[in-house]
């Protein structure tokens, strides 16, 4: 039997967070209706989309439930409040910086250390490197010759130049955002101004020098290696240094929190959390008892908690002995300051594709070498294709126990986990977008049936499990070919 991909169970399974706050829902509400209004203006960047007492009446909330979300949309860099004469919420650019706290909060909360990071950043600039020398034209070739010929001259302060130029090259705004995030991410554990020695700067501009001329001769393959062979080097270089450090200092986490006082407060919360060891399921108190115990007022208590339930290390309860606690680490933060920022750049589908294609062959290829290794649990893909063909993907990626959500766990690789996790969400909220938008946009729903899809699987697996890491890329880039959006749009 064929089951049909509806975007309401999308909805309900897969994106909404299951907050159990009617506060929270409002305010999560409302604060997605300003990103809506914000996206239909056309993303004025600067202009005042209401004052608060237009948005009041517009969105049908309490005043306190309004400030709640916007005090969201300004920690998600869309729009920020301006008090006085000609004040209102006045429109943000939401960049990079959006992204890189709930990614580092997350890091944070699963222990990833530096080296998976590392991996992680540089399987992403092995594919930046491949699509940039794709789509290199002429103008480019311009632009990396001079930064090129810049740094021979000693005259080129930031050595990241080159590579977030190629990101641009790759012409694909999730990818660049992503690599820009763990570049980002990466340099929170060390000492970022004294990373390149006057020895190092050398070979630094000889390998820039080689993967520039890699990408202009339309080498994809060498300018992949030559990619990865610099950053290795690179990540070895940082790795000697004594200020580097494995494990991220939760201090420097915390910094990325803001410091509005609601801000400022679910900082502190958080910081008490790690410092006593919090785990999953701990009562952190009630709105009452943290007004008490922190001397906040009920408004600056509630922006606390909106934020801290935003990055999913604490989520309210309701009921008798309800209140707020602690949660085990999400990616809904991470998925949901990316997705603002693919709307305001307008991302297509093939550009989620094309990421999440790059990915799962780097995926399935760390999968097979710790399965080889012993190092991860053969079962696990045994149960995730038991639960597909019992209850069709969507409920089984709903639950974590889908095939690829599996083998992105399989890797070991926390950072690899996240950047995989985030783009599969995206993917599948994309998918839901165009059901619930065009119920007859079937070429655009790939996985149609979920039949075909659950024998690929199976066929993968059964590479994987047989040793087999050749056929198991072979077959997962065809899965992903079959399964690519249509073009057209
Ligand atoms: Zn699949």
């Given at each position: ?47 005042v989309?209401?004052?608060?007492a ?16 916007i ?14 004469t ?5 429109i943000?650019e939401?960049?990079?910086?959006a ?17 998976e ?25 311009t ?61 630094v ?22 990619m ?16 580097t450090v494995?494990?991220l ?8 929190l803001?410091?509005?006082?609601g ?6 919360i958080?910081?008490e ?6 785990v ?35 989520l ?18 991470v998925?949901d ?8 750049h307008?991302?297509q ?13 780097a ?14 649990d053969?079962a ?13 993907p ?81 077959r ?14």
């Amino acid at each position: 039997m064929t089951r049909p991909f509806t975007g309401d169970t999308l909805e309900a399974e897969l994106i909404t967070p299951r907050v159990d706050s009617r506060r929270a829902k409002l305010a999560g509400r409302a604060a997605e209706q300003i990103v809506n209004d914000v996206v239909e203006r056309g993303w004025p960047v600067g202009a005042v989309l209401a004052s608060e007492a237009d948005l009041l009446k517009r969105y049908g909330v309490s005043r306190a439930i309004l400030r709640e979300a916007i005090r969201l949309i300004e920690h998600q860099h869309v729009a920020r409040m301006r008090r006085g004469t000609g004040g209102g919420l006045v429109i943000c650019e939401p960049d990079v910086d959006a992204v890189i706290g709930p990614a580092v909060i997350y890091l944070l909360r699963v222990g990833a250390t530096l080296d998976e990071i590392f991996d992680t950043r540089i399987l992403l600039e092995e594919l930046v490197a491949e699509l940039a020398s794709q789509r290199v034209t002429e103008s480019d070739i311009t632009t990396i010759r001079s930064t090129v010929e810049r740094e021979s001259e000693g005259t080129l302060s930031n050595f990241r130049l080159l590579h977030t130029q190629l990101a641009a090259l790759s012409n694909n705004p999730v990818l660049e955002l992503i690599v820009e995030t763990f570049s980002r991410v990466s340099s929170f554990h060390f000492d970022d101004g004294a990373r390149v020695p006057a020895g190092f700067d050398r070979e630094v501009r000889e390998a820039h020098r080689g993967i520039a001329e890699a990408v202009m001769a339309n080498e994809p393959g060498v300018a992949r290696e030559r990619m990865r062979r610099y950053l290795r080097s690179e990540a070895d270089f940082i790795r000697s240094q004594s200020a580097t450090v494995q494990h991220l200092d939760p201090d420097v986490a915390l910094g990325t929190l803001g410091d509005k006082r609601g801000e400022a407060l679910a900082r502190q919360i958080f910081a008490e959390l790690i410092n006593t060891g919090a785990v999953q399921g701990t009562f952190v108190g009630s709105e009452a008892a943290l007004m008490t115990k922190y001397r906040a007022s009920r408004a600056v208590v509630r922006e606390a908690i909106r934020i801290l339930e935003y990055h999913r290390i604490a989520l309210t309860r309701r009921g008798p002995g309800g209140g707020l606690f602690v949660t085990e680490p999400d990616i809904s933060g991470v998925v949901d300051t990316i997705a603002i920022y693919l709307r305001r750049h307008r991302v297509q589908a093939q550009h989620i594709a094309e990421l999440r294609t790059g990915l799962e062959l780097a995926v399935v290829t760390r999968a097979a070498e710790t399965l080889k290794s012993g190092g991860s649990d053969a079962a696990a893909i045994e149960a995730a294709l038991h639960a597909e063909s019992q209850q069709g993907p969507t409920p089984a990626f709903g639950q974590g126990e889908e095939f690829h959500s599996i083998l992105g766990r399989l890797t070991g690789n926390r950072a690899l986990h996240l950047v995989h996790s985030v783009t599969l969400r995206l993917w599948w909220r994309f998918l839901s977008q165009v059901a619930a938008d065009d119920p007859c946009a079937a070429g655009a729903r790939p996985q149609r049936q979920s039949l075909p899809v659950i024998r690929a699987h199976q066929s993968i697996a059964d590479a994987l499990l047989a040793g087999d890491s050749e056929q198991a890329v072979t077959r997962m880039r065809a899965h992903m070919t079959a399964t690519a959006p249509l073009r057209a749009h």
